[in-house]
């Protein structure tokens, strides 16, 4: 504020805009450096261990970890529900650890699910989830399916919005135990 005083005012307003913007390219040239050493790449069986942490630090970070092991047992067998089953399974990696990944799961015939969207905390609002989401949408495309359902619960406000974003459109609430489950599609045909 007293450099703000100090000197004539369209100075400072000028010199407070370029201030934001060198900080706006710094960001941006952070987040794409990061991006550059991100790959996306097909799940393989000596992920399972990070994928699996990765999915309960996930939603416990949101409050929305319920416990349950019945309610994660296709993480157990990911190459029979997602990878041999018409779907998809991504993990998105950086300096060789999985920081984000998530899973296409077939329905029916033209429904598939998208499932099991993480990205590790350090790493999140980087643009990493919609890259992961963007992939398996483009996945779901390619394999045939006409329309795409997902799932989240109203603690996980970043996880609404990106779904939003993306053509989501909420269809229904209903409640899980402590939580509250909100549940999306969008027709990709
Ligand atoms: C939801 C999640 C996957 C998003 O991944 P991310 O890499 O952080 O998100 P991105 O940086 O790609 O953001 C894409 C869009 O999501 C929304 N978003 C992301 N973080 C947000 C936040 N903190 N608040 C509001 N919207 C947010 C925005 O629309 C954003 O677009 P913008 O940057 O143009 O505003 C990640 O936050 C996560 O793993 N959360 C914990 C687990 C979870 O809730 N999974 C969801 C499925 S149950």
């Known amino acids: ?89 991504l993990v998105a990696v950086c300096n060789e650890k999985i920081i984000g990944m998530g899973g296409l799961r077939k329905v029916d015939k033209n429904t598939a699910e998208i499932k099991r969207l993480r990205v590790t905390r350090t790493y999140q609002g980087k643009g990493i989830g919609k890259t992961i989401l963007d992939e398996l949408i483009r996945r779901a495309k390619e394999l045939g399916y006409q329309k795409l359902i997902i799932d989240t619960t109203t603690k996980q406000i970043p996880a609404q919005r990106l779904f939003e974003k993306v053509g989501f459109r909420e269809t229904r609430r209903e409640r899980l135990g402590k939580l509250e489950q909100v549940f999306y599609e969008m027709n990709i045909s």
């Open 1 to 89: 504020m007293v450099f703000l005083r100090s000197v004539p005012h369209g100075w400072a307003k000028r010199s407070l805009r370029q201030e934001a913007s060198r900080l706006f390219s710094f960001i941006k040239e952070k987040n794409s450096v990061l991006m550059k050493n991100t790959t996306i790449r097909r799940f393989m069986q000596s992920d399972l261990e990070s994928v699996r942490t990765l999915h309960e630090v996930g939603l416990k970070q949101m409050d929305a970890y319920i416990g349950d092991p019945r309610l994660n047992r296709d993480l157990d067998t990911i190459f029979d529900v997602y990878l041999n089953n018409e779907g998809e399974f």
